[in-house]
């Protein structure tokens, strides 16, 4: 190549990157402003890491019009809008008017759901299947088609406008359970080799990359706040919440600001009604569960709660062991926050009850 082969693009990304960069700094700066805590303005940084790690994935390694293969939104190193400990989730990107197919076996975990989203942050759901909706062989096996004509049974509908689709399976035990696995392969249109990357596509994946990293940061700082004005209760996720946040509609939530003194924990009582799946958790102030890989409890789940002889639960949320069951460790912080998730609940849900108690 020539000099000026070379240095064509140069302004153009020079002013792209510039741009972007300018746009991470202010972000840095904004989250470390919100934070409530010292402990929360280093997670602060983390979560902008992590982020810029899913949306470079999500825009320039896995876009739409490409072939589709599946990664991963969220995992034990990257949270977002109050992530699962016990699930796994896998995303692929897709183009309007294509057509796929995924493949896979269901596995022994008490959920999974295929979801279909639209960009944007309201309305964003286009369709949505659970296994119980599936025609799945005898052998475990299964086979979907995502977008296209309606086929009847074991469809996913695209609509005109979806962007992308999550597949999330819920485990009762993450580690050792018999988990389903997914392929995804396009039908149509017949897909070549993806072209290499140009300043075009760059310029374009950076503004990108600053626009989603915003929006995450806001919605995340929004809700957080909004938590704090009313502590220590459990409030109603509304619909619009979850839509935003790209929950599954098939997810009943609750949320809870626990803020305490010295010597305090946060006692809930629940009485859930029978569930695909229901779960307490903690998360920190940018909505990420805490760190579980080496077996921290964080997460309680209905197959691992003791309850009472009458069939009630009682919880324990603090930074201090309280000498009971059903203990969520803060360790050592006084401010978390809960969600409480149910999973296709057969009936209306009773209220959580806290209360603040002396240990």
């Given amino acids: 190549m ?3 082969d070379t240095s064509s693009n140069e302004q153009q990304l020079r002013d792209a990157w510039d741009a972007f960069t300018d746009s991470l700094k202010t972000m840095g ?7 409530p805590t010292d ?12 982020q810029l790690a899913y949306r470079e994935e999500q825009f320039l390694e896995f876009p739409s019009g490409h072939k589709p293969e599946l990664f991963f939104p969220e995992s034990p190193t990257r949270k977002v809008f109050a992530d699962c400990p016990d699930t796994i989730y896998h995303q692929f990107s897709t183009a309007r008017r294509g057509e796929y197919r995924i493949t896979g076996t269901r596995g022994e975990s008490p959920y999974i759901s295929f979801t279909a989203y639209r960009a944007g942050v309201v309305d964003r759901v286009v369709a949505d299947l659970h296994d ?44 050792n359970g018999v988990k389903a696995t997914f392929e995804v392969e396009q039908v149509s249109p ?56 790209a929950g599954t509609p098939h ?14 924990a946060l006692e809930l009582e629940l009485d859930p009604p029978s569930c695909r799946y229901w779960s307490v958790h903690l998360n920190n102030w940018w909505l990420e569960s805490p760190e579980f ?11 691992q709660v003791l309850r009472k002889p ?7 949320v603090g930074p201090e062991d309280p000498g009971t069951d059903n203990w969520l460790d803060t360790k050592g912080r006084t401010e978390t926050i809960l969600l409480a998730r149910y999973l296709l609940p057969e009936k209306e849900l009773p209220p959580i009850i806290t209360n603040l108690i002396n240990i």
């Fill in 293 to 303: 890989r080496d077996g921290q409890y964080v997460c309680i789940n209905d197959s």
């Fill in 310 to 316: 009458d069939g009630t639960i009682k919880m324990f």
């Fill in 2 to 4: 020539t000099k000026s």
């Fill in 132 to 175: 119980g909706e599936l025609n799945i062989n005898t052998d475990g096996t299964f086979s979907l088609t995502v977008g296209g004509p309606d086929s009847g049974a074991n469809h996913l509908d695209l609509g005109d406008d979806a962007a992308f689709v999550i597949i999330r399976e819920y485990t009762h035990d993450r580690i």
């Fill in 29 to 35: 700066h904004e989250v470390l402003r919100s934070a």
């Fill in 190 to 245: 017949e897909l070549g080799h993806r072209p290499e990357l140009d300043a075009n596509q760059m310029s374009a994946v950076l503004g990108l990359l600053g626009i989603g990293l915003n929006w995450v940061n806001a919605a995340t700082m929004r809700l957080s706040e909004e938590l704090r004005q009313r502590p220590n209760v459990m409030n109603e996720a509304a619909a619009d919440l979850v839509s935003e946040m």
């Fill in 39 to 50: 402990v929360e303005r280093a997670d602060g940084l983390r979560f902008i890491l992590r």
């Fill in 251 to 264: 997810n009943h939530y609750q949320l809870c600001y626990v803020q305490l003194e010295e010597g305090q």
